[in-house]
């Protein structure tokens, strides 16, 4: 019997497609991975559903670094989705025996063919609740990856914890989302002094409060005003030491550049699908000398990549878990839906008639 996947057949259109049994079967020297959760990036890939998604309408040259080569993606989008759950089944490897439970990226399936030497798996330690594995293979590591570039940021080939880019700063986040409110919580567990969570949406900063996370609404009274009346280094110098963008919006771009004080660094996490008329560049970008450094999970900053690999990111992400997994677990997961249902739900949150904050499709 075979896997079963969903997949983005065009704009829109959202269906299950039938995996024959030769594309399931586990590979020489790999395993079958049962799927037991998988998270859904209400974000990322929404621009599929969407038609948002650059790599639908330019590819990028990898040699060159630039966009503009034929597109790399098109329809249909058979990879959908990376924070997975799995069991190892039919195992052909005593690297991963039967039985164990493993975080991977390989997108909404049923089951999927693995093998350790092309595959991310990353098991999940015995007392962890399974359901907060769709963090540890891509979506924590993301967030542990913002830290890391701040610390690069203030101390480059240097560093030695996640805590270097934090410790004992006054740090601001901008968006209440999965990646702000898990990047604000590493922030916090790695001795930040202060944490504040800008978002303009009452559910979401009512979440981070949950977390115990300070909250502030953008909307309600300017935040870089109230944040830099508070947070005095010298005169001259007000606001945050390093401020987190985790909205994929150009405005909050530009709202975090103005929290940061003068010659700071706003850590970029967000993906921007449209353009970015409303950054503004010439204003405190310019006048206060402030930088914009781009935390891509597909690199850890220049000289550090030997100590800071992808599986140091995920065993960070693990340690934040064991600390914070209940209260993780109880605000951010709000709804968990079983595989079939899973088209009405992607299709419901791209057209705005549901919202939540981590959707977890289960099997």
Not at 12 to 32: K, Q, T, V, W
Request: aromatic share 6%.
């Amino acid at each position: 019997m075979g896997d079963r996947n969903l997949i983005v057949a065009g704009p829109g259109r959202l269906e299950i497609e039938e995996i024959g049994a030769a594309g399931s079967a586990a590979p020489e020297g790999g395993f079958h991975a049962r799927t037991l959760f998988s998270g859904v990036s209400a974000g990322t890939e929404l621009t599929y559903l969407k038609g948002t998604n650059p790599a639908l309408h330019a590819g990028f040259d990898t040699a060159l670094g630039l966009f503009g080569a034929p597109p790399e993606q098109a329809y249909p989008v058979r990879r959908l989705g990376y924070m997975e759950v799995a069991r190892v089944e039919d195992s052909r490897t005593p690297a991963f025996p039967d039985g164990t439970v493993v975080a991977m990226t390989y997108g909404h399936r049923t089951g999927w063919p693995a093998h350790p030497l092309r595959d991310r798996v990353v098991p999940l330690p015995p007392g962890l609740d399974p359901v907060l594995g769709i963090y540890v293979a891509h979506m924590g590591p993301i967030c542990a990856n913002g830290l890391l570039h701040a610390a690069a940021d203030r101390f480059g080939p240097a560093v030695r914890s996640l805590a270097d880019g934090v410790s004992g700063c006054r740090v601001a986040v901008v968006g209440a989302g999965v990646v702000g409110l898990l990047t604000a919580l590493f922030a916090r567990a790695h001795g930040a002094a202060s944490v504040v969570v800008v978002d303009p949406t009452e559910s979401r900063r009512a979440v981070a409060g949950a977390l115990g996370l300070e909250t502030l609404d953008p909307e309600a009274s300017d935040a870089a005003v109230t944040l830099k009346t508070r947070w005095r280094h010298a005169d001259g110098d007000r606001g945050a030491d390093v401020v987190f963008q985790c909205r994929g919006q150009a405005a909050q771009l530009h709202l975090a550049l103005r929290l940061l004080r003068p010659q700071g660094t706003v850590i970029d996490l967000a993906f921007y699908p449209g353009g970015a008329d409303e950054v503004r560049l010439g204003e405190e970008f310019h006048h206060n000398g402030l930088a914009v450094r781009c935390a891509q999970i597909g690199r850890v900053p220049r000289g550090l990549a030997h100590a800071w690999d992808r599986e140091r990111l995920s065993a960070a992400t693990v340690d934040l878990l064991r600390t914070d997994g209940d209260a993780i677990r109880k605000h951010l997961v709000t709804v968990m839906v079983p595989f079939d249902e899973a088209p009405a739900l992607l299709t419901g949150l791209a057209q705005r008639s549901r919202q939540e904050l981590q959707a977890v499709i289960t099997f």
